[in-house]
Structure formats: C-alpha cells, structure tokens
C-alpha cells in the first residue's frame, strides 16, 4: 500500500479524498485541516485513522509517502516546498501557485528530490477529451486550424457570493483565468499537443466590491444572508476574461471564461477545427463528442470503451451508456499518479508540475496584456525547447 495525507477541508479535499478512496493499492492515512473541527468531521466520516491540524507532522511521518495539496491558492507554493524538501511525493490542486517564479521553483526542486509531481488538470481524463486528443494524433482531424471555447460558470454572480478564490491575498493575483480558464487552456494544449506562443487578453471585474460574509463559506454553497452578516469589500480579481491566442506555427484561437454566467454551472466547451474534420466537446455533457464533416453527415458519438480509439479506451472504465463525469477524472489521475511511483524507471502519463507551471505562464501573460491592453508572448520553457 502506498500511504497518503489529503491536506484541506475544504470542496476539493473531499472530492479528492473520496477518489482517493476508490483507488487499489492506495491508503488514505491522513487528513490535515488548520480548522481542526472540520479536519475531524471529514476524516471521521471516511474513518481516516490520522487526523492533524499541523502540516509538519505528517510531512514527519515516514510511513507517509504522498500528500495531496487542496488548500487555497497562496498556500500551494509554501506547502508543496516543504512536501518535496521532506522527499515526499505531491499531488498539487491547480494552479500550481500563485506566481512564475514560485512554479519554476517547484519545477526544479521536484526534479532535484526525484519524487513525483501532479498538478490536477483532471479535466484532461474525460473518455471523450482523450478521444479528441487521440483523433488528433491519428491526423483525423489534420492540421488544426482554430480552436476555441468557453469555460462558463454563475457561482459567483451576484455580489453577495464570496469565496476565497475572490481574495487575491488568499488566491492569487487572477482568478477567473487561474481557477478555470487554466484547465481549458490545459485541454486546449494537451488535446492539440501544440502550444499557445502569444496572446491578448482582455479581464474585467463586473463587482468591484463583494459582500464579504463575516465567517467562512464553503465553494459552490450559494448561501444568501441579511446585511448583518457582510462586509462590503473591494474586490481586485477579474470575473471574466477573452482571449484571443495564436498556437503552435500557425493555430489561431479564442475563449471566453466568466464565473458570473447565468445557467452555466461547470460548462467547458472547446471546439477545434482541423483541416480534415472538427471536434466539439461539451463538459455539461461530457458523454457526447460531436465531429464535423465538409464532405459528409456530421455525428455526435457516444462514450462506449469499445467504440473509442484504443488509446483512449482505459480512460473509460464503465460500458456504454454508464456515465463517466467529474469525479471519475480524478480516480485516472490519482491511477495514473499512483502507479507511477511503482514504477519509477517510467515517465509518467498525466499533468506534471512542469504543465502547472504552463499555466502560470499563461495566466501571467494573460495579466500583463490586460494591464498593457495589447498582445503578450507566452515564454517558452527549457524543457520544450
Ligand atoms: C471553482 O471554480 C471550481 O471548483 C474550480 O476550482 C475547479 O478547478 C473546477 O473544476 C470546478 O470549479
């Protein structure tokens, strides 16, 4: 058994610690939570045998091999530091951290300590996503030509929703384009296999002040309270971002992200035209994958192992017609993470800390070109030169 520490409490701990639980030959050992009361009610719940309000201790513990990092943003860098410094394995919640330098720095460290090292662009692992990319690698859809999308979210519409994600102290600098724009640039990159080279951006916070609930409250939970239950205060995150992008040689690209999108719950769509075919793909329907022909009737597969590319097909573990959404992408992650510390002569088949760092570079790229209103070239880094 490979032991493993869920550090948070909070939405992604718990979403983490159940596919966690779903993995073989993986333990869930401990739950780390500065808030000890809810540290105790989520690892009770899944009888965890360790439950620790201390990060250093489990980072102690030897029998401890890997920590999954799912506090807010500002806190990944620090932590994800100490975990490689202390040799253990990290699985880190996007985005890696909160600046350039932080990600380039995790980047080498983890290299130095040989450890492994994720960064959870899961929604890389849906069956369809990974159909798109093997489509893609096979030449059915040729050279890509233009891809584009959105990623649409209303949980923070109205100015009395808050969360830490809105406080750059606690999640960075940008919010939109860091918490949701990164993982449809990840897909975008990861789908196409070619890479964004500039881009200009466009960010814009609807409220510059949020209503600020006087006690903390939980992602996604939509609680409303009376005027004696806020502070009203200024707000320096963007809640939108467009953006035009060029790729690779010659791609040409555009998304739209917002998290103030009415009706749109958790809607990722990207769309890419090659010159043979298209690929439209929808994460509200994350079983459907649309193709478009010139020359013949355009058609929407379905998810179903043994209609799919045999590259994709261990990315689907139920048969058709059984649904594989949001959560499922976590247990291929962690499978993939997991068995790749087993096998340490192997390179690794998912999003490292050096695709985290990626990211980094294009949100900050994202930044600079708001700020100058004009384009931004996105660095490219040693390791792909
Ligand atoms: C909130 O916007 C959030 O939970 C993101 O932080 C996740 O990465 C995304 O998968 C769903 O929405």
């Not at 009610?41 to 439950?51: E, K, N």
Request: hydrophobic residues 40%.
């Amino acid at each position: 058994m490979i032991r493993t520490a869920i550090v948070g409490t909070g939405f992604m701990g718990r979403v983490h610690l159940e596919a966690v639980r779903r993995l073989e030959f993986v333990e869930a050992a401990a739950v780390v939570g500065r808030n000890a009361e809810a540290a105790r009610r989520l690892g009770a719940g899944f009888s965890i045998p360790t439950i620790a309000a201390d990060y250093s201790d489990v980072l102690r513990d030897p029998k401890i091999d890997a920590v999954h990092i799912c506090t807010p943003n500002a806190q990944h860098f620090p932590m994800a530091k100490s975990a490689l410094a202390a040799g253990k394995h990290v699985i880190c919640e996007k985005p890696l951290a909160t600046a350039v330098e932080e990600g380039e720095e995790l980047v080498a460290l983890a290299r130095r300590q040989g450890v492994r090292n994720c960064v959870c662009h899961n929604l890389r692992y849906y069956p369809m996503v990974q159909q798109m990319r093997r489509m893609r690698e096979d030449g059915d859809l040729g050279e890509i030509l233009i891809v584009q999308g959105t990623y649409f979210q209303d949980w923070l519409l109205y100015d009395t929703d808050w969360n830490w994600r809105v406080d750059a102290k606690a999640g960075g600098p940008s919010r939109c384009m860091a918490d949701i724009g990164s993982h449809w640039f990840d897909m975008a990159e990861h789908v196409t296999g070619l890479h964004v080279t500039s881009l200009c951006a466009d960010l814009h916070t609807f409220h510059p002040t949020r209503k600020q609930p006087k006690h903390s409250v939980e992602t996604f939970s939509n609680q409303l309270g009376g005027p004696e239950d806020y502070v009203e205060t200024a707000v320096d995150t963007e809640d939108f971002g467009a953006v035009i992008f060029r790729m690779g040689e010659q791609a040409r690209g555009s998304v739209t992200a917002s998290q103030v999108s009415a009706g749109r719950k958790n809607r990722l769509s990207i769309e890419i035209c090659g010159a043979r075919a298209s690929v439209a793909w929808n994460q509200e329907r994350p079983d459907e994958l649309w193709v478009g022909h010139r020359d013949s009737g355009n058609q929407i597969l379905v998810k179903d192992p043994s209609l799919l590319k045999p590259a994709a097909r261990s990315y689907a573990d139920l048969p058709g017609g059984h649904s594989e959404g949001y959560d499922d992408t976590f247990k291929q992650v962690f499978r993939r993470f997991y068995a790749s510390i087993r096998t340490p002569d192997e390179v690794p088949e998912y999003p490292q800390f050096a695709d985290g760092l990626r990211q980094l570079n294009i949100v900050n790229a994202a930044l600079e070109s708001g700020r100058t209103r004009g384009w931004a070239d996105v660095p490219t880094m040693v390791s792909e030169s």
